[in-house]
């Protein structure tokens, strides 16, 4: 993998994606199985908070995918843990998920400025559209009469609405989805929660591009991440607007580079097939499409998000070179067992990537 070298950009962000479902993000037996409990969360984001991490985010998840590992069966509720974690740490931002078809925008202004105030301006939103529907469904609230572009579109006016809640005394609105007649929401979040977003459809990306803060974005290698990369921020360019990009990683690490491999080979033996089906299925596959791409490498379906293995030089190298490379603003990392990953990440790799930087909070 080509890339520029040099070290890396200092100002580089880096957070971790919380286990907010048991079994947290490898569908597989054999890997550590992550409980769906604030206890477990809570230390993830106190170790993150303590090695100088930038920021933890939680999804929103309402239904999980069965198979052997009854695999994201359990989960947390976004808001309120975010809401919890705010009190228990003191420099990390947190950023919450909402569903803009769960939640309407004023009920979702009004949560977030109480997370804004509890954070102390650490507060951020991750809005997701909301695209699988027998999460929705199954609660009777998901819109077959609403497409694609539908649902974004409905984003687009909940996302005006939220932002004219958190600055102006009394909103009126009468739009296609939302009626509001003297709507207060006092008082205003000071500043506005940082806002989020994922997607790489066109329409995914113009959205971010006029709204977000951040974007997270995925790709099928790393030149279409560059391009995704570029393509948003190019496109907030275009409306005044600078937007950062994001994307995700699973870091398997240990004292080598073989000892990290075989660790991933491990944890891919045990893929639990099952669910990890049922996962495509929910993206909208056929059912054929998703048994083929499961059962051609199993060992890698297991893994949510693209990985990384080695020994901490060798991380923080590859690290090194997918944000550069794919110019990125920063990362969010998943790691099989938080507790103990994040120690031998704190201590090993950071100083690598961010050479000369010290954590200031108190190691727990």
């Given amino acids: 993998m080509a890339a520029p070298g040099g070290p890396p950009a200092a100002d580089t962000e880096y957070g971790i994606f919380l286990p907010i479902g048991n079994g947290g993000w490898i569908v597989s037996e054999t890997a550590p199985r992550p409980e769906a409990t604030y206890e477990y969360n809570k230390k993830a984001a106190v170790l993150a908070d303590a090695y100088g991490l930038d920021f933890v985010m939680s999804m929103g998840k309402w239904r999980g995918y069965d198979g052997a590992t009854d695999h994201w069966g359990r989960t947390l509720e976004s808001m309120t843990m975010m809401s919890g974690l705010a009190e228990a740490t003191e420099h990390v931002k947190v950023w919450a998920t909402v569903h803009t078809n769960l939640f309407n925008p004023a009920i979702a202004a009004k949560m977030y400025t109480t997370l804004q105030d509890i954070s102390g301006g650490r507060a951020g939103m991750n809005i997701v559209v909301g695209a699988y529907a027998d999460e929705f469904a199954q609660m009777g609230l998901w819109r077959e009469d609403l497409g ?11 996302t005006s609405v939220l932002k004219r809640l958190w600055t102006e005394d009394s909103v009126t609105h009468h739009g296609e989805f939302f009626q509001l ?29 006029r709204h977000c803060d951040g974007s997270f974005l995925t790709a099928q290698d790393l030149p279409g991440l560059r391009d995704a990369s570029r393509d948003v ?4 360019a275009k409306q005044d607007r600078s937007i950062k990009t994001y994307s995700m990683l699973t870091v398997v690490m240990a004292d080598t580079d073989a000892e990290a491999e075989e660790r991933r080979l491990a944890y891919g033996r045990g893929a639990d097939v099952d669910a990890i089906v049922n996962l495509k299925l929910s993206w909208g596959l056929p059912l054929d499409k998703a048994l083929s791409l499961t059962s051609e490498r199993p060992e890698d379906e297991a893994f949510q998000t693209p990985f990384v293995t080695g020994s901490p030089e060798t991380v923080a190298g590859r690290i090194r070179e997918i944000v550069e490379y794919a110019e990125l603003d920063g990362l969010m990392l998943i790691f099989p067992d938080y507790h103990a990953d994040m120690v031998e990440f704190g201590e090993k790799v950071l100083p690598i990537l961010r050479p000369g ?4 909070a108190e190691r727990s």
């Fill in 148 to 158: 694609h572009a539908d649902r974004y579109r409905y984003t687009e006016e909940w």
């Fill in 357 to 360: 930087r010290e954590a200031d």
């Fill in 233 to 236: 921020k190019e496109r907030a």
């Fill in 181 to 209: 007649d003297d709507c207060r929401s006092r008082p205003h979040p000071a500043p506005a929660p940082t806002l989020i977003s994922a997607g790489r459809s066109d329409t995914g990306l113009d959205f971010q591009s």
